[in-house]
């Protein structure tokens, strides 16, 4: 099946930098939707950016356009979401969630059935 393995995460300082690396593995189809959620003790889990082989277009979350951005190395089968301008309120757990299926339009609200362990982002001076 489906397996996504997350890294990068780590503490970093408001205004720094840090990219987050997921290697997937298992898909057997043109059809794929990936993406990154986060979630900070107390809230609920938030979509941050996605891509979906149905349009090729990625999406983001608008607390995080013009800071982060999302791409993809086919060859080694691996999502990276740089995210740069970091704020405090960007401290959560960080996970990458995909499934077999193509999205058109924003697939930040689609139904990922698989999910990774998550990476801890800490933005704090």
Same mark, same amino acid.
């Given at each position: 099946? *489906? =397996?996504?393995?997350?890294?990068?995460? $780590?503490?970093? =300082?408001?205004?720094?930098?840090?990219?987050?690396?997921?290697?997937?593995?298992?898909?057997?189809?043109?059809?794929?939707?990936? $993406?990154?959620?986060?979630?900070?003790? $107390?809230?609920?889990?938030?979509? *941050?950016?996605?891509?979906?082989?149905?349009?090729?277009?990625?999406?983001? *979350?608008? +607390?995080?356009?013009?800071?982060?951005?999302? +791409?993809?190395?086919?060859?080694?089968?691996?999502?990276?979401?740089?995210?740069?301008?970091?704020?405090?309120?960007?401290?959560? *757990?960080?996970?990458?969630?995909?499934? $077999?299926?193509?999205?058109?339009?924003?697939?930040?609200?689609? =139904?990922?059935?698989?999910?990774? =362990?998550?990476?801890?982002?800490?933005?704090? +001076?």
């Amino acid at each position: 099946q *489906v =397996q996504l393995v997350e890294s990068g995460g $780590g503490l970093v =300082q408001p205004g720094g930098s840090l990219r987050l690396s997921c290697a997937a593995s298992g898909f057997t189809s043109d059809y794929y939707t990936i $993406g990154w959620f986060r979630q900070a003790p $107390g809230k609920e889990r938030e979509g *941050v950016s996605c891509i979906s082989s149905g349009d090729g277009t990625p999406y983001y *979350v608008d +607390s995080v356009k013009d800071r982060f951005t999302i +791409s993809r190395d086919n060859v080694r089968n691996t999502v990276y979401l740089r995210m740069n301008s970091l704020k405090p309120e960007d401290t959560a *757990v960080y996970y990458c969630a995909a499934v $077999g299926v193509r999205y058109f339009g924003s697939c930040l609200d689609a =139904q990922h059935d698989y999910w990774g =362990q998550g990476t801890q982002v800490t933005v704090s +001076s």
